[in-house]
Every structure is written in C-alpha cells, then in structure tokens.
C-alpha cells in the first residue's frame, strides 16, 4: 500500500518561507510523477506545482511561478516544495500527490492516484 505523509507546514508572516517535504513509502517511488496541490476553505483543490520521476520537466500554476520550487530526491522517496516570498492568499491545506503513468494532464487532480493526508499553511498579514 503506498502512503505519502507530508509535513513542513505551519504558520509564517507574509514574506516568510517554508519548506514542505512529503515522503513516500510503499512502492517505487521513482517511478511516480509527483504533484503538490491546495485547498483554501471554501475553494476547490487547485494545482501548484508538478516534477517527473527523473526532475527532468516541472511546471508551475502562474500564481506561485517564481516563488515556489519543486524538487524530489528518488534516493530518499521524498519530494519537496520550497516556497517564498509567501502571501496571505497562499493560506491552504497542501497536499502532495502520486500518478503512476503520466498522461501529461499534469495539473488535473483526478490524474494522481495517491494522496497525503494534507499539512497547514497558514500565511499572516
């Protein structure tokens, strides 16, 4: 059974960073295409950032491009988003996310087939 468990998040002022780690267990983790995703109350779960089992493509959603960096260590199973210059708007539930075969829709949440439990991001004015 594969299980991904994320940690890293917490409360932080505007400006602030916070490094979000999600590790995987249970099968080959390098085999996986990995995604980060949020959910604001209120809101649908919304793409932020994807990166492909090598690190050789990611992508970002346009309202974290150049603030927040995705990467992954295979050796470790553990995938990582480096976010900076934080704003309130970024508050959310960040979830990381498993595909087993790639289908290019990269930013659609009903392509991945594993899921973290979720870890808070509270971002102060």
């Known amino acids: 059974q594969v299980q991904l468990v994320e940690s890293g998040g917490g409360l932080v002022e505007a400006g602030g960073s916070l490094r979000l780690s999600c590790v995987v267990s249970?099968?080959?983790?390098?085999?996986?295409?990995m995604g980060w995703f949020r959910q604001a109350p209120g809101k649908e779960r919304e793409f932020v950032a994807f990166?492909?089992?090598?690190?050789?493509?990611?992508a970002y959603a346009d309202h974290v491009k150049g603030r927040f960096t995705i990467s992954r260590d295979n050796a470790k199973s553990t995938v990582y988003l480096q976010m900076n210059s934080l704003k309130p708007e970024d508050t959310a539930v960040y979830y990381c996310a498993a595909d087993r075969s790639y289908s290019g829709l990269y930013y659609n949440p009903q392509e991945y087939d594993y899921w973290g439990q979720g870890t808070q991001v509270t971002v102060s004015s």
């Open positions: 990166i492909r089992w090598n690190g050789g493509a990611t």
């Open positions: 249970g099968r080959t983790f390098s085999s996986f295409t």
